[in-house]
């Protein structure tokens, strides 16, 4: 069973305008979230993580928002730029060693 | 940069036959974890250390076994594989003493078993 879900598997957005990838989870034991960056033929390539007890964290380009009560967490990329189109994989933690991971959105930017 | 290699990159094998993928770190991270990429699925964990010697099984680790023998080298190894196995196999790492969970990956091996 999932427990982490990223429900659109597919985006594409304007290069400029913002890009927001969602995703929801079911375990309310989670504490700590992540997104993850990939290219074909790479690894996954971490890019940003929250904690619960943040409901926001930005670094530069990329935003995570942490809705607990919701077990939602989305993250947005302004402005978004063509190198940005990647599969993007959120994942979660419950303190232990096992990172669950979403099965991915495709961002495709169009210049 | 996490300096993790992977190897083989990529791998053609026959049902049945023992196939062993190599994870090598260069930072002396004690923890290492083995995971495949299926679509629909995303990444899901089959074994991790947390040490020489020390293992333990992830979430599909049915068919599969692992060793480490040395902190740089975490091996993955499928005893007789099948075409289920046919997968993206990534290996990472975590640095527990910096960020909790955040793992790094390796670059991948892609296992196809016909």
């Known amino acids: 069973d999932q427990q982490v879900k990223q429900n659109s598997p597919s985006l594409s957005v304007q290069e400029g305008r913002i890009s927001i990838l969602n995703c929801d989870y079911t375990?309310?034991?989670?504490?700590?979230f992540l997104w993850y960056k990939k290219y074909p033929a790479e690894g996954p390539t971490f890019l940003i993580s929250i904690s619960s007890i943040k409901d926001k964290n930005e670094d530069g380009r990329f935003t995570v928002f942490l809705n607990k009560s919701a077990k939602h967490l989305s993250l947005h990329i302004v402005p978004s730029q063509p190198g940005d189109s990647a599969v993007y994989f959120c994942?979660?933690?419950?303190?232990?060693?096992?990172?669950?991971f979403g099965t991915g959105t495709r961002l495709t930017v169009i210049p | 940069d996490a300096g993790i290699t992977q190897s083989p990159r990529h791998k053609v094998t026959e049902t049945g036959t023992p196939v062993t993928l190599r994870c090598h770190q260069t930072?002396?991270?004690?923890?290492m974890y083995w995971y495949r990429q299926d679509p629909g699925h995303g990444l899901r964990l089959i074994h991790y250390?947390?040490?020489?010697?020390?293992?333990d099984k992830g979430e599909v680790s049915d068919g599969y076994s692992v060793s480490r023998s040395k902190t740089e080298d975490f091996l993955l190894t499928l005893e007789s594989a099948t075409s289920s196995q046919t997968s993206v196999y990534f290996c990472?790492?975590?640095?527990?003493?910096?960020?909790?969970?955040?793992?790094?990956f390796g670059p991948g091996t892609r296992l196809t078993v016909l």
């Open positions: 990472a790492i975590s640095v527990k003493d910096r960020e909790p969970d955040t793992q790094y």
């Open positions: 930072e002396n991270h004690r923890y």
């Open positions: 250390s947390y040490g020489v010697k020390d293992t």
């Open positions: 375990n309310s034991m989670f504490d700590y």
């Open positions: 994942a979660a933690s419950a303190g232990a060693n096992n990172l669950f």
